[in-house]
């Protein structure tokens, strides 16, 4: 069974940076998906930025975390990053990372395509 702890949350100012790690047991071979997701209270779970393993890493973000927002991944480590620069209010919520054996690339900021989950962290951004 993959497993899957984040950490690196916590509480930071508007315009501030935090990097979310998430330590997995195992990396999704070729044609999997990586992905940083986030809940804020009444809200849905969304994606925020994902990795498609293909024959090269295609990378994925929501359109509100562009240019802020980079994943990474450390093969070595076995762990995915978050780096979030220029933080603003809004993006304060229970961050998750999931991990995909195969996935839609199209699809990889979909929730439903991902099969482990880790238990989350939380980032609030304050002003």
């Known amino acids: 069974q993959v497993q899957l702890v984040e950490s690196g949350g916590g509480s930071v100012q508007v315009g501030g940076s935090l990097r979310l790690s998430c330590a997995t047991s195992?990396?999704?071979?070729?044609?999997?998906?990586m992905g940083w997701f986030r809940q804020a209270p009444g809200q849905e779970r969304e994606g925020v930025a994902a990795i498609y393993t293909g024959g090269s890493n295609t990378y994925y973000y929501a359109d509100s975390v562009k240019g802020r927002f980079t994943i990474s991944q450390d093969n070595a480590k076995n762990t995915v990053y978050l780096q979030m620069n220029s933080l603003k209010a809004e993006d304060s919520a229970m961050y998750y990372c999931?991990?995909?054996?195969?996935?839609?690339?199209?699809?990889?900021?979909?929730?439903?395509?991902?099969?482990?989950w880790g238990q989350g962290t939380q980032v609030t951004v304050s002003s």
């Open positions: 195992e990396f999704p071979g070729r044609g999997g998906c």
């Open positions: 999931a991990t995909a054996s195969y996935c839609i690339a199209i699809q990889a900021l979909d929730r439903e395509e991902y099969d482990y």
